[in-house]
């Protein structure tokens, strides 16, 4: 990401996130992350690619915080991303590894396919 994501940007950011994919008829299940990335768990039409609800739920955020009120400059979603489908039997799994990621992170409990890797080392 191009810039930190600490609070209380954290939570404006995660309203627009969950705003943009109401709007893009996708649930939130689980929106959890920590200074340099961020973790969305949604149940996605089948109208909508992936691709789609990621460029729009970037967009539509750094838009926002970079014109609100001037009070955050430059705020910058790195260009990559990862999206995985997951079966119904692991979406509470994985539900609960998105919503404790400050945790995860604190404790490094992390899991491998999910994370992205540590700065300066090779995945």
């Known amino acids: 990401m191009g810039s930190a994501l600490s ?20 649930d939130v299940i689980a929106l959890g992350g920590v200074e340099d990335h961020v973790h969305l768990l949604a149940r996605v039409p089948a109208t909508i690619a992936p691709a789609q609800l990621v ?13 609100a009120s001037g009070s ?3 705020f910058k979603w ?28 604190r404790e490094r409990t992390l899991f491998p396919l999910l994370e992205p890797p540590e700065p300066g080392t090779r995945s």
């Open 72 to 74: 955050h400059q430059s």
């Open 7 to 26: 609070e209380p940007l954290r939570s404006e950011v995660y309203d627009l996130i969950q705003a943009e994919c109401t709007r893009n008829r996708s």
């Open 78 to 105: 790195q260009g990559a991303y990862g999206a995985f489908s997951v079966s119904k039997r692991h979406v509470p799994m994985i539900e609960s590894y998105v919503r404790r990621q400050e945790e995860h992170h």
């Open 55 to 67: 460029k729009q739920v970037k967009g539509v955020s750094s838009h926002a915080v970079n014109h």
